[in-house]
């Protein structure tokens, strides 16, 4: 949990900050195969030939071999243009105009008590169907962020910037008829469906928490049989097969 505040107009809001994702894999230590015990990570200099402490080390970007140019800490924090821990709003947005490829890490903005602003400005946005996009700093690193409700909460999603989302251009259309078109069509109107995420396991994960049991009962974990893909290289032979299996 981190405590920040939204800057709206000359409105403060303090808040809480809690990320929503958390990581569900299952976690594994390296260890050496002879006698199981865990692999240490060294920090090494090799021209000093020696170990190096954490508090020896500085950040330095390369500009040509064995030539970098350092920054401290102190020097890279001077360089942050917002205060860590504020989040101002500059404007509003559609959120439809929001693609969601644009979207990274969520939080869900609290307050520990009640707070007349915050319920202000999040009815607000649901009146207005409008999206608050704002900028803030998060462990150091800059971010423009999205605001907005889902189910009467609100969410905070920090963007991709532009530059960093790569989309190839000039992709390849190929021809094809109009059956072909139809039976494709036909295929995704027999396969909608619900969106229900709660459905959708990470079927690995429980392979292995199944694998970690069984070992733990001294068992062999069971061959997982992996669905063989088949090789119709004829598309509407494929399609027709596919609107028989559904």
């Not at 569900?24 to 390296?30: E, L």
């Not at 002879?34 to 030939?49: A, D, M, Q």
């Not at 170990?51 to 500009?63: F, N, S």
């Not at 069509?185 to 199944?210: A, C, G, H, R, W």
Request: charged fraction near 25%.
């Amino acid at each position: 949990m981190k405590k920040t505040s939204i800057s709206f107009g000359l409105v403060n809001i303090p808040i809480t900050m809690n990320p929503i994702v958390h990581d569900n894999d299952i976690t594994f230590n390296q260890l050496h195969k002879k006698c199981l015990n865990r692999i240490k990570y060294v920090k090494y200099c090799p021209h000093c030939k020696k170990e190096v402490k954490q508090t020896e080390i500085i950040k330095g970007y390369k500009i040509s071999d064995d030539n970098y140019i350092t920054l401290t800490n102190e020097e890279l924090k001077n360089l942050q243009i917002e205060s860590e821990g504020n989040i101002e709003i500059i404007g509003f947005v559609s959120g439809n105009e929001i693609d969601p490829i644009y979207y990274e890490r969520s939080y869900v903005l609290q307050v520990p008590n009640k707070s007349k602003a915050f319920s202000l400005f999040r009815d607000a946005l649901i009146k207005s169907k409008r999206v608050a996009i704002a900028k803030t700093i998060i462990a150091t690193k800059f971010y423009y962020v999205a605001i907005r409700i889902l189910d009467d909460a609100m969410i905070m999603s920090t963007l991709y910037f532009f530059e960093e989302i790569n989309i190839p251009e000039g992709i390849t259309s190929s021809t094809y008829t109009k059956k072909e078109l139809d039976l494709a069509l036909t295929l995704i109107d027999s396969l909608k469906m619900k969106f229900t995420p709660e459905k959708y396991v990470d079927q690995y994960q429980e392979n292995i928490k199944t694998a970690i049991k069984a070992k733990n009962k001294g068992l062999k974990p069971k061959k997982v049989k992996v669905k063989q893909n088949n090789n119709i290289k004829n598309l509407m032979e494929a399609l027709e097969l596919s609107l028989k299996n559904v």
